[in-house]
């Protein structure tokens, strides 16, 4: 099953997002998928003080797969960082229905405890539904939040909330990441297609291929049990691993790597 492509406009976090947006999709994407979060290498794509004509631009250049709005203080154990993070990320959440964008995805923030993010959670799914979007959490490596069980947990402290699935932060944390793929499918509605190797302590995200999970059989875990959304790169092995690789090279490949993996899967002896 060739599920719907896209790539994460963080790794091009130098290009005006228009460009960012016009570059993924020129080199054969069905969508892309749009950063907020500000990365070690590189700023937001977008914020609160995009200009309305920037966000005119973007809503003829979609389909979109999701909009990450990843806030440090996201859960925060402070009230008042937390709230703050919490009205920015309302915020952001109205800007997507001007990009014609369903999913939007958080995650367990720096500094938390588990009642003060399943608290973020519950507010956030409601602001989500307000605007008819799905809300969807990735758990992250060494965060309060960072396996499966810890995601099953927040969606029943949260109702309504949905899972974008990340492996390459589920495997270092120590969780079987095919079988955590078949818990969470009924949940997920997005995901991140990444490789990684390492413990929570020494963890690189590297070239899909070059890590320690079998992607191939994730992704079969996940169409077994009922995916069908976009199968979106994150790219981070540039950082994290010294990946070389240009931009277009790097486009290229992980196209490659997308449509290898899912013909593989799809090859995968059923569970």
């Known amino acids: ?155 029943a402290a949260a109702p309504g909330l949905k899972i974008n699935f990340d492996a390459s932060h589920l495997k270092p944390m120590g969780d079987d990441v095919t079988e955590a793929a078949r818990k969470l499918a009924p949940h997920v509605v997005h995901m991140h297609l990444k490789d990684v190797t390492g413990t929570p302590e020494t963890f690189r995200f590297v070239p899909i291929g070059q890590g320690e999970i079998d992607l191939a059989a994730m992704l079969r875990a996940l169409i077994e049990g009922g995916y069908r959304g976009p199968v979106s790169i994150e790219h981070e092995s540039h950082w994290f691993a010294g990946d070389r690789r240009g931009p277009a090279q790097v486009l290229d490949d992980c196209l490659e790597d997308i449509r290898r993996l899912l013909a593989e899967a799809a090859a995968v002896p059923a569970a």
């Not at 608290?119 to 758990?139: F, I, Q, T, W, Y």
Request: negative net charge.
């Open 1 to 155: 099953m060739m599920l719907p492509t896209s790539f994460h406009t963080g790794f091009l976090a130098d290009m005006p997002v228009a460009e960012a947006v016009r570059t993924i999709r020129g080199h054969g994407y069905d969508m892309a998928e749009l950063n907020a979060e500000v990365l070690p290498w590189g700023p937001a794509h977008l914020g609160l003080d995009t200009p309305a004509g920037t966000i005119a631009e973007l809503a003829q250049l979609g389909p979109y797969s999701a909009f990450c709005l990843h806030h440090r203080d996201f859960g925060s154990k402070d009230a008042d960082r937390r709230d703050a993070a919490l009205a920015w990320t309302a915020a952001m959440m109205a800007r997507a229905p001007d990009l014609s964008i369903g999913t939007v995805h958080v995650i367990p923030g720096e500094e938390t405890t588990l009642g003060s993010l399943h608290h973020s959670l519950r507010m956030a799914v409601g602001d989500a539904e307000k605007l008819g979007l799905a809300l969807a959490l990735e758990p992250i490596v060494g965060r309060e939040i960072g396996t499966a069980a810890g995601a099953l947990e927040a969606i």
